[in-house]
Every structure is written in structure tokens, then in C-alpha cells.
């Protein structure tokens, strides 16, 4: 959640498998997840990619996302890399799943499962979300759950984070509702996170997968629970940034909001931006049949 936020959340039209490397067209209904509910199971792949210099020196990362989604279940499969040096950017090399519930209005956690390589602790995430309760098993185990602790009716009310990045992206705005949406509620087994977003407006924005006029919006962080003591004084700004996160949304005519573009400024290596590299939606072919 703190250092590799910005690829993990982290950062995904008109039919499945269409380019994207178009200009945002008038939304039509029904949108993608009420076409999934009726019966057309889809799978979606979106890659994120960041650059960034330290002293010229390039720090890469790359986070992808394999989603599919049937009527009644979603799966989603994700990696995060993250190349460079310094203490912001350190090697990092982290493996994700999450499934859950298919919904109309969006997806619902009840599995995930997280196994971080980053040559210290190597941790292993595994957590089970129910309607009214959550349990996680980490090895090695957390020192503490933090102070305080996420309790059960705090975190069910969230998503893990690769689904909140997700189901972020595929809800439906109603019309005349903000477009930012939010705020996201993200848990990942210890903390429980929230990011509030804020419109600011629109701006043309050109990417190797969408071009057209892009939603921006300002992402803040509000640490809920699960932190060390010293972590909630800075409450209001996501760690190592100097601002809050922009992201730009593109408006798909799906009815999805997708992050294409996402920029920071940091305290330690300077601006670093993410693009979306690949985007696209296919129908998911069940296996089996005769």
C-alpha cells in the first residue's frame, strides 16, 4: 500500500476486443457489468506502465491486471515489478489474486491473496472477506494489526486492492453523478485504506490505448486503521508524494472510467507518471463445452 501504491493501485469500448486507441465517444447503455450479469462473460487485460530518473537513472515499473468476469464470480490475476534504486524505488516483485462476486453495480471481494518479493520479508497475504467478517493468515505474521486495528465492520465495507482498483473502473456513474466516483475503500488483510477523489475538471490526454478528453481527478489518502501510530499523523497525502496523486480517467462508452494516466510528485525521485500500455475487453470462451 505505501510504496508501490502507485503501480499496485493501485493502477481497466463499445464491444469486447475493440482497440481503445481511439477518441471518447457518447456512452451508450448498458454498460459492461450489466451485459456480464445477462450472460456475457468477459475478460479484461490492462497494463500499467511507470518511468521515472533518479540522478538520470531510470526506475521502471510495470503492473498488469487479467480479470474475468462471469455472471455470478470474477477473477483477477495481477503482478506489480517495480525496478530501480534508491529508498523509494526498490526492487519489488509482487503477485496478486482476488475473486469474488459479480454485481451489477460492481465487484465484491471474498478472496485474496498477496505474496510480496521484495528480498526482506517475502511476506504471503491470505484473507477470506464474508458479509460481516474477515480472516487473514500472513507468514510471516505481522508484529501488530496496527493501532488501531481494522475491525470487522470496517473492513467488509472495502475491497482488497486489486478489486477496488477494478470494480473503480468498471462502476457505473449514474448521470449527472461526479465522475471522480470514490471514495475507494481499500483493505488488504492490515490496513484500511481510503482515497477520496476530487474532480478537477478535464483535459485532453494522448496514450498508446485511449485519446480524448480525460476526467481528472485529485486522489487523497485518509488512514483508517491498521497503521503505526507515527504513519496516522500524516493523514492527508499518500506516502513519499508531494500533492496529492493526479489521475485521469478515460470515459469508455461501456460505461467503464478507466485510469489511462496517472502522475505524482515525489519527495525522493522526482515526477513519475504511469501510462496505460494495454486495454482491452474480450469475450472469456469457457473451456469444456462440446
Known sequence: MKRAFLLATAAAMTAAGLSVADTAPART?????ANIKSGEPTRMIYELQAKAYVLFIPATGRASFEVEMRPDIYNIKSRVKVTGIAD??????????????????????????????????????????????FEMTANPKFGDLGDPPATPEQAVKANDPITALITFAL??????????GGPIRIFDGRQLTYLHLKNAGTKRVNTKVWSGQ???????MERIAGYDKDEMKDNDNLSALNGPLRMWLAPLPNGASVPIKIAAETDKIGDVTLTATKLQFEPLVESGGN
Open 29 to 33: 447503455a448498458p454498460t459492461l457489468l
Open 88 to 133: 523509494w524505488f526498490i526492487n519489488y516483485d509482487m503477485h496478486l489474486q482476488a475473486s469474488g462476486y459479480t454485481r451489477e453495480n460492481g465487484l465484491k471481494t471474498y478472496n485474496y491473496v498477496s505474496q510480496n518479493r521484495d528480498g526482506k520479508k517475502n511476506r504471503r497475504v491470505d484473507m477470506i472477506m464474508t458479509a460481516d467478517n
Open 171 to 180: 462502476e457505473p456513474r449514474a448521470p449527472g453523478a461526479d465522475p471522480c
Open 214 to 220: 480525460a476526467v481528472e481527478c485529485h486522489v487523497t
